[in-house]
């Protein structure tokens, strides 16, 4: 087997016995202790946790934009130094340029790369299109609501065609009709890609929904306290219709459960 059919055949993202610690008025405080994971082509993982266990840190650490102290961090099978190739990071602050138009934000990372500006504005007013922003690609930030924000930065992160995405409780802020709406067509455009993506967030029901696995982490320093493989059927479009499903409450029970919020 050669080389690209190799690298073909290995998971998007896997994760060895990481860990990671943060130096704080001299004392080393640990924060991410021997923690593995495995993402699979195709496949979308939420990772839930107790607030401040470190869940931001191991999306940076993932992205390259922290180094590990100690376990690799492998993309397609190799070990990458600085921020990977082809991988999707959004937020949750949208970052909108605000001087920037809906389609001047979306098109910001092909420009930079630089992708003609013909084929930018297609690819971006396409992207646009399907996130439910037809008729918006000329409205600056300042006249979106939330949601529409949202779905501009989801955009600025779809257009550059990325392989994996890692999202960092990018919906937090919405409220629920809208995180629904947004939830629902990003899911549709990475099914429909065979993209694979990593969730942060701190909505179990959100969760659950989404992802095909959910990956509960401990507190901190933060390790992998159990794992739940997602069966709600065939058909995850209809984002009531599931929550109202018994499996649906079941697995938000049981993971509300492993979470261990109790104030100590």
């Keep these: 087997m050669n080389a690209a059919a190799t690298a073909a055949a290995d998971p998007p993202l896997v994760v060895e016995r990481v860990a990671k610690s943060y130096e704080f008025d001299g004392k080393v405080m640990p924060v991410i202790a021997d923690l593995s994971l495995t993402l699979g082509k195709g496949e979308i993982i939420s990772v839930v946790g107790p607030s401040g266990c470190g869940k931001t840190t191991l999306l940076n650490t993932l992205c390259g934009l922290l180094v590990p102290d100690t376990g690799r961090i492998r993309w397609h099978g190799r070990e990458v130094r600085g921020q990977p190739q082809n991988v999707g990071y959004m937020l949750q602050k949208d970052l909108l340029l605000p001087w920037r138009t809906a389609l001047g934000n979306t098109m910001l990372g092909l420009e930079i790369r630089g992708v003609a500006a013909a084929e930018a504005q297609d690819r971006g007013r396409a992207v646009l299109d399907q996130l439910g922003l037809h008729g918006f690609a000329d ?3 300042s ?39 947004i939830e629902n067509d990003m899911l549709a455009m990475v099914r429909r890609g065979g993209r694979s993506m ?41 984002m009531i219709a ?9 697995y938000v ?9 109790a104030v100590q």
């Design 139 to 141: 409205h600056y930030p």
């Design 143 to 181: 006249t979106l609501s939330g949601g529409m924000r949202q779905r501009v930065a989801l955009a600025r992160t779809l257009v550059n065609d990325p392989d994996v995405l890692l999202l960092d409780e990018p919906f937090a802020a919405l409220d629920f009709q809208s995180k629904l709406l």
């Design 198 to 238: 990593l969730l942060i967030t701190h909505d179990i029901e959100e969760a659950v929904s989404l992802a095909d696995r959910v990956i509960v982490l401990s507190r901190r320093p933060t390790w992998v306290k159990a794992v739940y493989d997602i069966e709600l059927g065939a058909d995850r479009s209809d």
């Design 242 to 250: 599931l929550r109202e499903t018994p499996e649906f409450s079941q």
């Design 253 to 261: 029970r049981r993971i509300w459960a492993d979470l261990d919020v």
